[in-house]
């Protein structure tokens, strides 16, 4: 089971975002996405490649489009005007990147996609298209044992370097529309297939079941985005609760049950700040995160307790 005490990195696909920012907000020890979102298995295989490799980007791994300098290997949230200051961007997730490795505890890989594009003009295959024209790339869906290759030489090379770490795989429910409905569902079945085949190969491989939840069991496009695409804030609350339930150790519950209650209190928003009511609440509260601190010393809730204190007349 996840515990609080756990080093994770997360990476993958947008809802690899949505779970990471959550377990991030209730205190866990979480790096997510250091390359930034990234969709396919090859790309996410190779961004685990770099960071096994110490690898420093220069200025030749960019590419400028427009106004902005972009990495083929990265999200366009590195993206910038400025070359030096995207390179910093990007190294410097690379070294935390390279540096949680060697701790990690639990890897967490969302899968989104089977399908990849790559540059026509050198055969690599990209992490983000960066608006660049389609006509640029060749689009290919990988088959099962393409996924089943590249996740095969990742976690041998990971596991080589850190025994003690366990790998946790989700298949993303967003639906990638774009490349059409049946394509969409053939892409997922494949992530299915190759996922589960390394999960039945390696003890220390796991399956949670993000994608059936959303597709299956909710079953209901109430619980997407206007866009009929992303889940929504109750889709992602439900698969949330499932996953704490099923993955975190039952001694740390109580623990997270904790941190969710004053996580709401530091949100609250009173009509009569500076009010007696108010101000004994927010004392009472400072009580319970000291407690918490002396408890369990580790839990990063120091800012918890200075927002609190700034609301102290």
Known sequence: PLQYSDRLLLMGSCFAEEIGARLQGHYFDALVNPHGILYNPVSITQSIHAYLDNKVYTREDLFQQGDLWHSWDHHSRFSGVDPDKVLAGINAQQEAATQRLEELDWLMITLGSAHTYTLQESGKVVGNCHK??????????????????????????????????????????VRYVRDGVVENNLSKAILLQAVHHMVNKFDRLFYFPAY????????????????????????IDYVWQHFIHAGLATSDQSLLTQVAELNRAAAHRPF???????QQFINTYIKKVEQLMQQHPALPLQDLLHRFIAQTK
């Open 132 to 173: 660049v024209p389609a006509s640029a790339f060749y689009k290919k869906m990988l088959t099962a044992q393409d996924i089943i290759s590249a996740l095969d030489n990742a976690m041998h090379r990971l596991f080589f370097r850190n025994r003690k770490v366990k790998i946790l795989f989700t298949i993303s429910p």
């Open 272 to 278: 009569n700040p500076e009010g007696k009511q108010h």
């Open 212 to 235: 059936e939840l959303v597709v299956d069991d909710l079953r209901d496009y109430r619980f997407y985005k206007e866009d009929l695409v992303h889940p929504n804030e109750m889709a």
